[in-house]
């Protein structure tokens, strides 16, 4: 990437986080969708942008996988939170024409305008082209609000809202609700009461 190139995304990111009144003006395509009330068809399986236009584009979804990834990596246990889908998720939820998915659009989309900022800034690339050890370094900048630097503390908000929005799609898959050894939404052919010994153990009969 060349020096003016990297200087225009460290002058967009700024603009975007200094001006609160102008973030997300120019991060996407405006939402149009008028949504579907209050009673969706729950026995239709609906497909992706079905209900309303998807926004992330494709380097845009590159980045959120990645992302994604750092925050619920794969490990001995299940797949990462990209293989799973989490990506979609989020895309359709900051997609949704309704006040609290538009927020979330909003610092999600000028989120990752300031993580390839940030990332030029360090190396000269956008944040999906960096080595794994920087990306990493941006994130632990980032990752607790109260530790982050004043002029961090934005993005540290929008990691935050980005962490819930990969936590909430991961655990509410199959393989989600399988990591965290949850045993609800699981036809039983009989049930037996709680086990004797919980019952000790909290002073019941």
Request: hydrophobic share 45%; proline share 6%; with cysteine.
């Amino acid at each position: 990437m060349d020096r003016r190139t990297t200087i225009k995304w460290m002058l967009a990111a700024s603009a975007v986080w200094s001006f609160p009144g102008t973030r997300g003006a120019r991060a996407g395509p405006a939402v149009s969708a008028r949504g579907y009330g209050t009673d969706p068809n729950l026995l239709k399986a609906y497909q992706r942008g079905e209900l309303w236009p998807l926004t992330l584009s494709a380097r845009q979804r590159r980045l959120a996988g990645i992302l994604a990834d750092i925050i619920i990596p794969a490990d001995a246990h299940s797949p990462s939170a990209s293989a799973v889908g989490v990506v979609e998720f989020i895309d359709e939820w900051i997609s949704a024409p309704y006040p609290l998915h538009l927020r979330d659009r909003t610092t999600v989309l000028d989120g990752f305008t300031w993580l390839d900022a940030e990332g030029a800034r360090r190396s000269g690339k956008g944040f999906a082209d960096l080595d794994a050890s920087v990306r990493i370094g941006i994130c632990d900048a980032i990752c607790d609000e109260s530790r982050a630097a004043a002029e961090q503390r934005a993005a540290a908000r929008f990691f935050a809202v980005y962490r819930d929005l990969t936590a909430s799609g991961f655990y509410s898959t199959p393989v989600g609700r399988m990591d965290l050894n949850f045993i609800g939404n699981v036809p039983l052919a009989r049930f037996d009461g709680p086990p004797a010994a919980l019952l000790k153990g909290l002073g019941l009969p």
